[in-house]
């Protein structure tokens, strides 16, 4: 148990230690949170471009059909 203790104390230094490890701890968690939710995000703003750009091709197909069934 006394080894713990000692671990835990970091030589005198776990004043300085514990709070740099928390923060950096911290700031790692929070850029895993911001980059997963920027690539839902940009995952939602792909998936919608590609739909728009779908209903793009249809419609101009539907058009050049509808014209080669004119001439």
């Known amino acids: 148990m006394d080894q713990v203790a000692t671990f835990f104390h970091m ?3 776990a004043l300085y230690v514990w709070p740099c490890f928390i923060v950096s ?3 790692l968690l929070l850029l895993y949170l911001r980059s997963r939710q ?3 995000t ?3 703003e792909l ?3 590609e739909a728009r750009r779908g209903e793009r091709h249809s419609s101009r197909k539907l058009s050049e059909a509808t014209e080669g069934s004119l001439s």
């Open 11 to 13: 030589g005198g230094y």
């Open 25 to 27: 701890a911290g700031t």
């Open 38 to 40: 920027r690539l839902k």
């Open 42 to 44: 940009v995952e939602r």
């Open 47 to 49: 998936a919608a471009a």
